[in-house]
Structure formats: C-alpha cells, structure tokens
C-alpha cells in the first residue's frame, strides 16, 4: 500500500514509499510523478527552482535522518531508478563501494549489469527485464546504452513509452509471455502505470480492467453515504450527509473546488486525498 508524508523542508511537496512524490498547486495535489531521469540514471524533481534527487528526499522521510555526516543514500538493488523506501539504506562510502562490487551482480554478454534475479529479453529494437527496466541502443555507436527504468511523459493515459512509441508494459508482457490474446489489455495490478514489473502485471479483459481501475462511474451506488473528512495534519473530523453535500459545504467554505467522485474516489480505497483534504465513510 503506498503511504505519504510530507517534506519538512519542502512545505507543498510528498513524497510515497514508492518512490513518487507530488506536489500541492491550486488547491489540489498533483498526479504523483516518479521524476525526470537524468543521464546518470537517478530521478530528480525540481521544486523552488531547484533540483532534488528523489531518492534523498525518500530516505529523508522515510527512514530518518542520516546516521552520520559523511553516510549517503544506497540503492540496495544497484537500479538508481528504483526509489522504494524498502530499496533505500544509508550507508558510508565504503559500504556503497561494497555493495558495488557486491557478488551477486553479474553481467549480461554485452557488459550491462543486472539486478539480482534480473532477466533480460529482446522485443523489436529494444530489450526489456522482468524488473520492467529497459535497454535501448545509442543512435551513433548502436551499443546498449545504461539500463533504465522509464518514466511516464504522458499528458494523456500515464503509460512510459520508448524507441518509437512503444509502450512498456506491453513489451513487458508480450517479451515473457508471448501475444496478447484478442479482447484483452495488460493491466497494472497496483494501479500504478510506471511500476512495469512483470509480477504487477497480468492479462485482463477491459471489463476486468476497468474493474481494477479508480474509476468516477464506480462510486455511483455511494454518493449518499455519509463522509467525514478533514485537512491533511488535522486530527479533527467534519462530518456531512453525503459526498455531494460535502464537496458543497467545503467548496463554498475554502473557495476551492472539491468534486463529489473525487471524493467518493478518496472514501472506496480509504487512501489518498483530494485538495488537501482525506475523506472517509461513517460506519452505518
């Protein structure tokens, strides 16, 4: 389950134990993001006008503050990509080195190293892992450049494309398990677009997808419920009759707009917030 707090430095940013983080604009918080990768391979996101590394920030909040001066932030898988809370340790430079140099990193023919339990397959002009990284060639010399874990750059469905459109999940999928039968799609188990892993993905029909998805027309049959909700930090509930009844009530107090199904969306998965704000159910 992804979990967020807040940065104590960064007053409108969170990050997750996922590794994505968010920022609050106009009211509301952004879609969360995984971060702008940069040619050394880790992610960064600016705020501020200045530049983080996303994985600071993770390990700041999640696991505390560093143990001594000279300690730094270590990717235990070696992937500077993957930033889970559960990937992170603080460590001093010469454990860092030690976990570089670590055995149980080995190397494919061509010289890019994997991930433990990493394996690689070739799909069209790209190659692809079971950890959901990718492989691409350089435009000049056609050698495989580093591995990388894409991101999504979508304005439109959030699904991380490479080399000429292709979309990762389906490369994914179709490299380890072969076509995609006719009237299925590939579907993200935890919901989550950039999490390209081969264990969170499996076939479904669009019925079962959309099943799985957060979707406005799912929440229907609650809409007259009665909510509570309250500001993220408050420990201090405010009761309305319905969804409908408490996005009125708070859009006309907070001059914000606060929408009935994001609401209802915020209430059926019991996480999550919307303007700042988390919502849950009252017990009938």
Not at 23 to 33: A, E, I, L, T, Y
Not at 193 to 214: C, M
């Amino acid at each position: 389950m992804e979990e967020w707090k807040g940065v104590a430095f960064l007053t409108h940013v969170q990050v997750s134990n996922l590794g994505r983080y968010r920022v609050f604009v106009k009211g509301r918080w952004s879609d969360p993001q995984l971060g702008s990768l940069r040619p050394d391979g880790y992610l960064t996101g600016r705020f501020n006008s200045q530049q983080y590394r996303i994985h600071r920030l993770v390990a700041d909040v999640f696991l505390g503050p560093a143990p001594s001066p000279d300690a730094s932030v270590d990717h235990i898988n070696r992937d500077r990509s993957d930033n889970r809370a559960a990937n992170l340790r603080w460590s001093t430079p010469t454990e860092q080195a030690r976990n570089q140099c670590s055995k149980v990193r080995k190397r494919l023919h061509d010289g890019v190293e994997m991930l433990p339990g990493e394996i690689w397959r070739p799909y069209k002009a790209i190659q692809v892992s079971n950890m959901g990284r990718v492989k691409v060639r350089h435009q000049s010399s056609k050698q495989w450049m580093r591995p990388a874990t894409p991101v999504s750059r979508s304005k439109t469905d959030g699904y991380p494309l490479v080399s000429n459109r292709i979309r990762v999940h389906r490369a994914v999928w179709v490299a380890f398990n072969g076509e995609i039968p006719e009237g299925h799609t590939v579907d993200h188990i935890n919901h989550v677009k950039d999490d390209n892993r081969l264990e969170n993905l499996r076939l479904a029909t669009a019925k079962e997808q959309r099943s799985n998805q957060v979707r406005t027309g799912a929440y229907a049959s609650t809409v007259k419920r009665r909510v509570e909700g309250r500001p993220l930090g408050s420990h201090d509930w405010q009761q309305f009759k319905s969804q409908k009844h408490a996005a009125a009530t708070l859009t006309a107090q907070h001059n914000t707009m606060f929408r009935n199904d994001m609401i209802s969306r915020v209430c059926v998965r019991n996480r999550g917030t919307t303007n700042g704000w988390e919502f849950r159910f009252v017990p009938d």
